[in-house]
């Protein structure tokens, strides 16, 4: 593999093409209201209270499969399929920062769309939503996600778009990668510095 660089971290076309080559590469517990009486109910507390502090959103999540969604157009409705990359961090709080980099493929006139995406969320238990903008304008989100986490190193989402873009909606299953993500880490201080500059 040819090694890539880019002339500064600011140079946005060139860190986005290096980001979308390397992540698609490697392509509720709430708080109890009653205190819990009896040996079996606090043995069921402390267990769900270690399954929550094993749960993170921090690493690389991808799509296990494509992930199908369907859009309305002016001459109708439309399924696609998406195939996505979330780079993300959950701070102590269960709040969510990252980004979202995407390739879908289309049968109507643009067959492939690449991009990223700025991404911030938050989690209640195995409950997560998510809300994302275009690093273009990363203030104005366009897309928001549901999801719930299972068995840690799973997750299952619905989505929707927001009023500034086309209806749409999807389904999506994503899995946490075993790997090291140094490779992502490499361009992740670039995009960062859009979606969340200091």
Known sequence: MHAHTCPSKFDRSCSFSLLLLLSLAVLTLGTSTAL????????????????????TMTGLWVTRAPAPFVIQYDS??????????????????????GFNTYLSTSSVDNPVTK???????ARVGSRIVIS??????STTPI???ECEQRKNKTL???????????????????????ESIEAVDRVTEDILAICQPE
């Open 76 to 97: 109708g409705p439309t399924q696609e399929l998406t195939e996505m990359a979330w780079t993300l961090v959950e701070d102590e709080n269960g709040l969510i920062t």
């Open 143 to 145: 897309f928001v996600f």
């Open 36 to 55: 819990a009486s009896g040996g079996e109910n606090e043995k069921e507390a402390r267990k769900n209270e270690t399954n929550r502090g094993r749960r």
């Open 156 to 178: 299952r989402c619905l989505g929707h778009g927001l009023a500034n873009i086309e209806p749409i909606a999807l389904q999506a299953r994503l899995s946490l990668r075993e």
């Open 115 to 121: 991009g990223a995406l700025c991404m911030v969320g």
């Open 132 to 137: 994302e903008a275009p690093i273009e304008a």
